[in-house]
């Protein structure tokens, strides 16, 4: 079945570590985007990316880092930088980029937690 | 800077009962308007898009409405089940602006159906 799937499922990070969370998708999307929800907050947009080997900040980039090398795959890397790591992660595609007019789609969602 | 607020934070209702849910945003200058469904613990799984030139959208038993002019949506939810009960969120791709270009969703609204 076409969809995105984020692994793992529940990461548990010891303060002053870098984790990586995966995503990948086989909708045959342009565009991947990285979320981050917390309690009480609506979505807030990390990175994301309209094209393989493109990226780009959205407005809580500081912290983590991406990267784009294959179509099907947008991993999200939350380094030791990361002051509040601790958070509900979800990965997104959607056929073309924003400024399009595609429906966006959504994993099932990392939840990190920083012990 | 556009702002989505989403009315009632929370609804409790009794199975069978039409209801309907408020979004409203403060930049009219979209390109679409997405509903979105979230259980606990998981992603968020599209549920209608409006583009900006339509005025509805209608999916089995649901029916979202877009007045841009006045900044609002509504999602119609018929005959409602215990199954419906979820987070219902809004977001709206915007088209102006610092965020041109970026979702901007709504904090949701929790939803309780009961038999």
């Known amino acids: 079945d076409g969809g995105i799937t984020q692994s793992p499922k529940y990461l548990f990070r010891k303060e002053g570590q870098n984790v990586t969370l995966s995503c990948e998708q086989n909708?045959?999307?342009?565009?991947m985007y990285w979320y981050r929800q917390d309690p009480g907050q609506g979505l807030r947009l990390i990175y994301y990316?309209?094209?393989?080997?493109?990226?780009q900040k959205g407005d809580i980039a500081e912290g983590y880092s991406v990267s784009r090398e294959k179509k099907e795959s947008f991993p999200l890397t939350v380094t030791s930088a990361q002051k509040n790591p601790t958070a509900f992660y979800l990965c997104a595609s959607s056929a073309r980029g924003l400024g399009g007019i595609g429906e966006l789609f959504f994993g099932e969602g990392s939840r990190l937690t920083v012990l | 800077k556009q702002e989505v607020t989403q009315i009632p934070a929370a609804l409790s209702v009794p199975e069978g009962e039409n209801l309907v849910l408020n979004c409203s945003f403060t930049d009219s200058a979209i390109y679409n308007l997405q509903w979105f469904r979230q259980d606990p613990g998981k992603g968020l799984t599209s549920l209608l898009l409006?583009?900006?030139?339509?005025r509805e959208q209608t999916s089995g038993r649901l029916n979202a409405s877009l007045d841009k002019s006045s900044g609002r949506s509504t999602l119609y939810i018929a005959a409602s089940q215990p199954g419906d009960s979820a987070t219902y969120l809004c977001a709206v791709l915007n088209a102006g602006g610092t965020s041109y270009g970026k979702l901007t969703f709504g904090q949701g609204t929790i939803l309780t159906v009961h038999p």
């Open positions: 409006i583009q900006s030139s339509q």
């Open positions: 909708l045959n999307h342009d565009a």
């Open positions: 990316s309209q094209i393989v080997n493109d990226f």
